[in-house]
């Protein structure tokens, strides 16, 4: 496609008719990633788009592209009408473009596909007609208006034998021709408004006449009438009857033959209207020996001339263009001869062919140019549909002429005039002025008026007459008084052109400019750029009057976006601009070369290269271009980067030169893409940017003040305005670059220029944490240290350390622990220290003994923890068996072990738009809501509102388009809350997408925003998307619960009594207890210092020395067994109960079962023990020093006092709780 832009560029600078078109640049600058925009001369809207190669659409994204481009709102959509392939391997699909699924009438395209995407679009999008519509008229009022504009006697649905004949020809009982209307969208040509009409398919019998009447549906005002009657001038001429002896193709029924066969398509049949007009009374002709010589009175012999008519046509489509009849799904052909008495005429109805007889000096319609021209109609009807006024209606018979011609020359002899064969010349396409017709466009005989439709038999002779001189040639001056020159290239060739014209571009609303641009682009599609049948088809245009002559060439041009670079290996990638050509030699002045047309060349060595094209274009000439030293790889050129394709990187350079991911092309669609650019000891990074575009509300570039996407954010910058001017500073010696695109469109992106500054003094440090109060343990610590630092050493409360710059660290325990950081650089230190920074608070490890019975049964586990306990059957598990503090197992008859876990749940808050207050209604369309997560969160529910019950599907998409997660449910009409549950971790463009629910497309205020959660940004609608809000209120979300280890518990069968074991660990005065029973099963321990505990396995603080008897009673259920063992304490002088009481706070006390102990300066003890009143050890936590604050949550404890003892090598405290029921 790029070796024709100049050359059509020539072609295009035109006279006020023309359109303005745009290439190259001057293209890309209107459109991304096109090579050849055409603007439509009033509107101003793009009609023909052709892509750059490399840069084509996906077919599965052209509604959302169109949308976008168009700037389309939400109730816009595109119905297919049909699509074609042809012979060069491209699809063509048309459309008609609707509003509310009502088609707007003007508003035709096409998009044109090759390996599934698309090179090309041509048509009409109105953006102005997408309004809201309101009808005031009932379908039977508006048909009395159409019936009163037509004004008929008789219409064909009050003739029995017509509503029988189209119940029979649609092979359709219920078929009639009583009008049923349709819903269009139309222009009002008078003030060029949109008005909603109702359109009406009214066939009159008497006076006979048939159009589609379109009704203002507001007021009855007839906005337009498209006749679908067209036909030939009805003047008193005479004419002869013969084509010669032709074979023709019959049937054979009831021992008779008839003018019927059904080789062709779905078959070819002739009948005889007896002069009548019901086609429900018409009947076959029949021939006894199928030798077809019926000459008689009633001109019988008309009929064959009709039939072979028939026949040639479809065989000229079908061996022409591989085309099977009109609609190219084989449309039946049917010819109605002998129509009416003294009837100066033929037709194509929108269905069928009709054929009158004439009068005394004419004789019947049924020449072959005839025939040809009334099929052709047919064609039209089904590809470009022009309508039947003004210059799309001349055009629509102008081409009847072209194609009736075309195949008057296949079947026959043939010559340039129409109607010959019937004694009387209508129109001359090789001299139209010599029957009254034009031959330049608004030139000598061209109409003006409102009569016949605006004049289509007259002025189709100017695309009559282009025709002709694209096939024969000529020269001459025209009416414009322009000396023209065509040399012709053949019936054929020119005849190929207006068929591809005709059925692969050309739209309802055509117009002459049109059809010259569309011409040559046929012409160059068919026969390539520069060949003589496009220089044929531009100059004929230009003899009619319409555009310039045809400009012979070649002109080599290229260019590059980069040139400069900091070090090889260098690859370049060379832009082709040249036009016409057809071989090209490159010289890159490193001794390489290359024929291809855009090549990417690598220059391996240091240097300065002058780089030549040749453009060969065979008869078109060659020409060349030298760009001397064009292309420099030397250290001093900053060095160039690209956006990562997909993750992150990092960059240490203190210059350089960054692009988004596409380079100097566009970026990528559905990307979230990141560079950090950290120059060690750096104390500022300085951006500036040179170019910068981006999709405005829907693609970001995203800037953060650190080494990651978790630093706080500068700005979050779209459209097509440099970022803060151009310039941002990142005064923490680091910066974060995110690119985020979506699905749709894509734009050119930016680039941006890099600089470093080195500090001078010694640093200031900070730093921050992304979770300072976490129940996970996991917190991630942000240097944010000014005046580059190059050495860092964190502190982290626990006794643990690192020298990485932005740690990730792992607590274990839980409390408050103070942070310090300490930074350095080449000027000196500097610290900061952040006091009880961080609070951990994990659930406590479940506690759960074992149980035991006897032989089999049921057991009954009870756990104890802070938080709730959930079940499982394994330990990977994700299936819950039940939750609380007791489980109940099945029936066993074996041993079996359960897993259970501990969770404290988060607290729900609401966040989005809370209700559906302000104007909207149900819409179904596909749809979401764009939001973003700041950390990780459940969706838990969303409330929709429906006016059906039925199933609705709810759907969470990544920004990539990706479906994370979906649900459908079940809703009544109203009000419905939905549970989701959708877990969704940090990050941008979230989609929560569903339809057919009710949206608010007013009265919406974004962002909402759920501060330091997430926010609800916008809609995705196409266009204006901050002025709809879809389907999704008062969201329910939490952060993700908090869950402790998983511990093991055995519910043991037993049938026989345990013996009881134990083996014991001496760091006196700590002892450490280990069960080793056999058969085991509920375990009672007694220490001999008067404490005990039912811990499986517990450890145990004597405060005394001396020898103690440690006793362990085993019941399994199916008896106890007992086990006694000596232990000698020695260690444990000194250890006395401290009477120091300051800092140790134990409060609220009572307490309900949920209390703090805050150890204050005394973070010296080991252990914490926790005794009901009978000493039993009910809960062990193990401390350190790091450790100043515990949560405690004994909920799961009876009401009583109990002691808390506090302990270490040398000292204990004993304090004491008091638990009261809630």
């Known amino acids: 496609m790029k070796k024709i832009s100049i050359l059509l560029m020539s072609l295009f600078l035109l006279n006020g008719l023309m359109a303005q078109v745009f290439y190259g640049q001057k293209a890309d600058e209107k459109i991304q990633g096109t090579s050849m925009v055409r603007l439509d001369e009033k509107s101003q809207t793009p009609n023909y788009i052709e892509f750059r190669g490399g840069h084509e659409i996906n077919v599965t994204q052209i509604d959302s592209w169109l949308k976008k481009v168009f700037n389309l709102p939400e109730n816009t959509g595109f119905l297919e009408l049909n699509r074609s392939q042809d012979r060069m391997g491209y699809t063509h699909i048309r459309y008609r473009q609707t509003v509310n699924n009502v088609p707007v009438h003007d508003a035709m395209f096409l998009i044109h596909i090759r390996g599934n995407k698309v090179t090309s679009i041509n048509g009409n999008i109105f953006k102005e007609a997408a309004q809201n519509y309101n009808k005031s008229l009932s379908e039977q009022q508006a048909l009395q208006y159409a019936l009163n504009k037509v004004g008929a006697q008789v219409y064909k649905w009050q003739v029995s034998s017509e509503e029988q004949w189209i119940k029979q020809n649609n092979d359709d009982p219920n078929a009639s021709f009583y009008p049923t209307a349709s819903m269009e969208i139309i222009r009002n040509k008078n003030n060029a408004q949109y008005r909603l009409a109702y359109k009406f398919n009214i066939y009159a019998h008497e006076p006979m006449s048939r159009a589609d009447i379109f009704v203002d549906a507001k007021n009855g005002d007839i906005l337009f009438v498209n006749d679908k009657i067209h036909h030939q001038d009805t003047l008193g001429t005479a004419f002869t009857k013969f084509s010669g002896t032709q074979p023709i193709t019959t049937d054979l029924y009831n021992g008779s033959f008839r003018l019927r066969e059904s080789g062709r398509g779905n078959g070819v049949e002739t009948f005889d209207m007896n002069n009548g007009t019901s086609y429900g009374s018409a009947v076959d002709f029949i021939d006894a020996d199928n030798s077809w010589n019926n000459v008689n009175a009633s ?207 050309l739209t309802n609303t055509s117009q002459y400019a049109d059809a010259r641009f569309y011409s040559i682009k046929a012409a160059v599609d068919l026969y390539g750029p520069c060949s003589p049948t496009v220089a044929a088809v531009t100059d004929a245009f230009y003899a009619v009057g319409i555009g310039g002559k045809y400009v012979n060439g070649v002109h080599a041009e290229f260019s590059t976006d980069i040139t400069d670079f900091c070090a090889p290996p260098a690859a370049v990638s060379f832009k082709n601009t040249s036009n016409n050509g057809i071989n090209y030699l490159w010289d890159f002045g490193d001794g390489i070369s290359s024929t291809a047309f855009e090549p990417t060349h690598t220059y391996n060595n240091y240097g300065s290269y002058t780089v030549k094209l040749v453009t060969y274009g065979g008869t078109c000439g060659t020409d060349s271009m030298i760009k001397s030293e064009y292309i420099s790889v030397d250290t001093a050129n900053p060095c160039l980067v690209f956006m990562p394709l997909s993750g992150s990187q990092t960059l240490t350079l203190c210059d350089g030169l960054l692009f988004d991911d596409g380079g100097t092309g566009d970026y990528s669609n559905n990307t979230q893409v990141s560079t950090t650019i950290a120059p060690l000891g750096a104390s500022a990074i300085t951006l500036t940017f040179t170019s910068f575009d981006f999709e405005s509300n829907y693609d970001f570039l995203k800037i953060y003040n650190g080494t990651s996407t978790n630093s706080p954010l500068i700005g979050s910058y779209d459209g097509p305005n440099l970022p803060n001017g151009g310039t941002i500073i990142a005064n923490s010696g680091a910066v974060t670059i995110e690119q985020i695109t979506d699905g749709g469109l894509v734009k050119a992106g930016f680039i941006a220029q890099w600089h470093c500054t080195m500090p001078s003094v010694p640093p200031v440090t900070d730093f921050f944490a992304d979770d300072t109060n ?185 920004n990539t388009g990706s479906t994370l997660a979906t649900k459908s449910v079940t809703v009544i009409n109203g009000a419905n809350t939905v549970y989701l ?203 350190n020093s790091s450790i100043q604050k515990v949560k405690l949550d004994l909920s799961n404890l009876s009401s009583g006092m109990y002691l808390i003892r506090l302990s270490s090598e040398n000292t204990y405290k004993e304090l004491k709780l008091i638990i009261t029921a809630e």
Request: with cysteine; aromatic share 12%.
């Open 299 to 505: 001109k019988d012999e008309v009929a064959t001339d009709a039939h072979w008519g028939m026949e040639m046509t479809y065989d000229y489509y079908w061996n022409r263009y591989n085309r099977n009849s009109i609609d190219g799904n084989g449309f039946k052909l049917k010819g109605y001869i002998h129509y009416s008495t003294n009837y100066v005429n033929a037709y194509w109805n929108g269905q069928v062919m009709t054929f009158g007889d004439g009068n005394s000096s004419i004789h019947p319609l049924v020449s072959l140019d005839i025939v040809g021209h009334e099929i052709t109609h047919g064609l039209t009807s089904n590809t470009a549909d022009l309508d039947y006024q003004d210059e799309s209606g001349a055009m629509n018979e102008g081409y009847s002429d072209v194609f009736g011609t075309s195949i008057e020359h296949y079947g026959k002899t043939g010559n340039w005039t129409l109607g010959e064969d019937i004694n009387y010349i209508m129109r001359s396409m090789s001299n139209p002025k010599s029957k009254g017709d034009p031959d330049t466009y608004h030139g000598i005989n061209y109409y003006l008026g409102t009569a016949d439709n605006g004049g289509v038999h007259t002025n189709s002779g100017v695309l009559n007459h282009w025709f002709y001189l694209a096939s024969e040639g000529g020269s001459g001056v025209n009416d414009n008084l322009d000396t023209f020159q065509v040399v012709g290239v053949g019936i054929d060739t020119a005849a190929a052109v207006a068929y591809r014209t005709l059925t692969v571009y």
């Open 774 to 958: 976490s129940c996970q343990g996991v917190v991630f610590f942000q240097d944010y240290t000014a005046n580059g630092p190059t050495a860092w050493l964190w502190e982290f409360g626990d006794g643990n350390t690192s020298t990485f710059r932005n740690p990730t660290h792992t607590y274990t325990n839980n409390g408050n622990y103070t942070v310090k950081l300490t930074t350095t650089n080449a000027y000196g230190s500097n610290d900061i220290t952040k006091a009880s920074y961080i609070t951990i608070n994990k659930p406590s490890t479940p506690y759960a003994p074992n149980k035991s019975i006897c032989n089999s049964g049921v057991i009954n586990l009870t756990a104890a923890s802070s938080g709730t306990i959930r079940w499982f059957d394994s330990k990977t598990s994700n299936t819950v068996i039940d939750t609380g503090a007791t489980f109940t197992t099945p029936n066993l008859s074996q041993s079996t072990s359960y897993w259970l876990e501990a969770f404290i749940a988060k607290p729900l808050k609401s966040a989005a738009k809370p209700n559906k207050t302000g104007p909207g209604s149900v819409l179904n369309y596909k749809q979401s809501l764009i939001f973003d997560v700041y950390k990780a969160i459940v969706l838990d529910s969303v409330t929709i509102h429906t006016t059906s019950a039925g199933t609705r599907t709810i759907s969470l998409k990544s």
């Open 981 to 1183: 549950g959708f877990s969704i971790p940090k990050g941008n463009d979230y989609a929560l997408e569903g339809q057919n629910m009710f949206r608010n497309n007013a009265g919406v205020s974004y962002p909402y925003t759920l501060n330091g959660i997430l926010s609800v940004k916008k809609s995705s609608a196409s266009s204006n998307p901050l002025d709809y809000y879809y389907y999704f209120y008062d969201w329910k979300v939490r952060e993700p619960e908090c869950v402790s280890d998983r511990v093991e518990v055995y519910a043991y069968i037993n049938t026989v009594a345990p013996v009881a074991d134990f083996a014991m660990t001496n760091n006196d005065p700590y002892i450490d207890f280990n069960d080793q029973s056999t058969n085991p099963g509920a375990n009672t321990w007694d220490f001999g210092d008067g404490n005990s505990t039912a811990i499986g396995s517990p450890t145990h603080l004597y405060l005394q020395n001396g020898t103690y008897t440690v006793t362990l009673n085993v019941d399994n259920g199916c008896g106890t067994g007992t086990k006694t063992k000596s232990v000698t304490i020695g260690q444990a002088t000194g250890i006395q109960q401290t009477e120091d009481l300051s800092g140790i706070k134990l409060y609220p006390n009572p307490t309900n079962g949920k209390a703090y102990l805050d150890l204050g300066t005394h973070t010296e003890f080991e252990l914490l023990n926790i005794y009901d009143f009978t000493g039993k050890l009910v809960e062990q936590i193990k401390l």
